[in-house]
């Protein structure tokens, strides 16, 4: 909870609540600035080639210059298309991107005006819930562009789009649920408020969930966001060899830079996330002569760090194929997580009540054992079954 | 409830950006709309036929099968943030209701519900006897021409 609206609402409040949402939406635009000059920069260096190098020092400016650029570009409305919708969808994409952002703890608490407040936008007590919620949304507008459209190449883009974001739902919610179960809230500011103070090894390590979970759902979650996100390795929505620019072939001018947009921030938020949830947000030590405004710096060298791994990614992995992409969502990422999470929590509530932990330990594994080697039969006997069917269906066509 | 103010401020503030952005681009791009740019993509070819309305059914699946793993995950969210003072009760009934859904899983598995695999794997693959399919008359000097620096053939 925001102490800001501890002692009811006046127009004082209500001003530091518009200047704390433009300051918001300024530094989310900034860093999307910023970011996709980073990316094309550190791609080019990885690639061995100088990339962009004239709007600018070092080119820095390029992305500004794009922006500007697509505002002069005529605006083509294909002939096909469901109008209301394909003009609703840029909508749905970039909206719930700036939204997702606003419950993201930015620093600690400051003072503005006399008025205590968190250094984030909004602190609901559904945060969690909130962060997921927008997630669908963004999904809508994927999908409705694709099939408003009227032309192939978008709506195959776009049903992948929805199959693989509604796949890697899953996994990513059961992987943020860990985060959840340690905290006990769904406050964002609540999550990273419990992993300050003392950590482990004697405070060797920070009291990250990141350790207290165990690596398996940050593993999980990084790879179900990259995917929710539609970043490369997992960009089947706008693979450019098959499917020419996926659900946006038919979009040009702003249209396409709110797509593009959106992208770029659900990079930043999805990183953020990662950070909140598992990595203790913009806790650190506090930077001298800074006070509540290191929390802030700190976020910022944790956020630049993982932005870098997934530049990096970019530029490493190939592309997956699509039923190597199924595969991994449902019959990995999802039982596992779901299985971890599970674990986790009979082993919190055996210490509270006093169980024997390796008898939980054992359990544990036991079930793990048998569930795994019940999904291994299943995933077999499955393609087994699949090949027969289009076997035979393969008979009556020739 | 004073804690969503924040939060409608920003939807209200993103999509009037969004808003603004189409007007200005309306005010700035020009106009110039002809046949050949209202006509769907098709890398230059003039399309044959309307796009297409059926896809594979395994989309429709899978959007099914989420529903299932989205309510395991409602009910996970509340249990998650009091799971605590559930104590024992909270774990044995989450468990009984994880198996549940995990046995609605591994029966959508056997089924292959799932599996986007290609089924030209299981075919068999036609065998070929490398003795018959190779010619020892013809050699890469046979099959090759060889043309010299000057692009024309050896006389």
């Not at chain 1, 905290?183 to 964002?188: D, P, Q």
């Not at chain 1, 179900?224 to 929505?237: C, H, K, M, Y």
Request: net charge neutral; hydrophobic share 55%; proline share 6%.
């Amino acid at each position: 909870m925001d102490p800001l609206f501890g002692h009811g609402i006046d127009l004082t409040i209500v001003l530091i609540v518009i200047g704390k949402t433009l300051a918001t939406f300024v530094v989310l635009l900034l860093g999307v600035l910023l970011l996709i000059w980073y990316e094309r920069k550190l791609i080019s260096d990885m690639q061995n080639r100088i990339g962009p190098n004239r709007a600018g020092p070092y080119g820095i400016l390029q992305t500004l210059a794009d922006g500007i650029k697509l505002f002069f570009k005529e605006d083509l409305l294909p002939e096909q298309a469901d109008r209301r919708v394909f003009r609703l969808a840029p909508y749905l994409s970039a909206v719930p991107a700036f939204a997702a952002f606003a419950v993201i703890p930015l620093g600690g608490s400051v003072s503005i005006a006399g008025h205590r407040t968190f250094l984030q936008l909004a602190d609901p007590p559904v945060g969690v819930l909130f962060l997921l919620a927008m997630s669908s949304i963004a999904v809508y507008g994927t999908m409705l562009a694709g099939w408003s459209s009227g032309s192939k190449y978008p709506l195959l883009g776009g049903v992948r789009a929805s199959a693989q974001a509604i796949s890697y739902e899953g996994a990513m919610s059961l992987a943020i649920a860990a985060a959840v179960l340690i905290a006990g809230t769904l406050s964002t500011h609540g999550i990273v408020a419990d992993q300050a103070g003392k950590g482990y090894l004697r405070g060797l390590l920070p009291k990250w969930n990141l350790f207290t979970v165990g690596v398996v759902p940050v593993v999980i979650y990084v790879i179900a966001a990259t995917a929710e996100i539609n970043r490369p390795p997992f960009d089947l929505v706008e693979a450019d060899s098959e499917l020419v620019g996926g659900f946006h072939t038919e979009y040009s001018s702003v249209r396409f830079a709110l797509f593009y947009l959106a992208e770029f921030m659900n990079t930043i938020t999805v990183s953020a996330v990662a950070i909140t949830l598992f990595f203790g947000g913009p806790n650190g030590p506090e930077i001298l002569g800074l006070g509540g405004w290191s929390g802030f710096l700190w976020f910022l060298i944790k956020e630049i760090l993982f932005l870098s791994v997934y530049v990096w990614i970019r530029a490493t992995l190939p592309r997956f194929r699509y039923d190597q992409l199924m595969d991994l969502g449902w019959k990995r990422l999802i039982p596992v997580a779901l299985y971890w999470l599970l674990l986790i929590a009979a082993l919190r509530v055996g210490q509270d009540q006093g169980w024997n932990a390796a008898l939980v330990i054992g359990i544990g594994i036991g079930a793990g054992a048998l569930a795994w080697g019940l999904l291994g039969l299943a995933a077999r006997t499955g393609a087994e079954q699949a090949a027969e069917d289009a076997l035979g269906l393969g008979e009556v066509r020739a | 409830m004073a804690q969503y103010l924040p939060l409608l401020a920003m939807l209200i503030l993103a999509t009037v950006f969004a808003g603004g952005s189409f007007l200005a681009s309306g005010l700035l791009a020009p106009k110039r709309p002809t046949l050949a740019k209202a006509a769907p993509y098709e890398c230059g070819i003039v399309p044959d036929r309307e796009p297409a309305e059926r896809f594979p059914v395994r989309f429709y699946l899978v959007a099914m099968i989420f529903i299932i793993f989205d309510i395991e995950i409602i009910f996970l969210y509340p249990w998650a943030v009091i799971f605590r003072q559930l104590k024992g009760f909270g774990i044995f009934e989450m468990v009984l209701f994880t198996v549940a859904v995990f046995v609605s899983l591994v029966y959508l598995l056997a089924n292959g519900a799932l599996d986007w695999g290609p089924a030209k794997r299981l075919m068999a693959t036609p065998t070929v006897d490398p003795a018959g399919a190779r010619d020892p008359r013809r050699t890469s000097s046979s099959t090759v021409r060889r043309i010299g620096p000057t692009g024309k053939e050896a006389a």
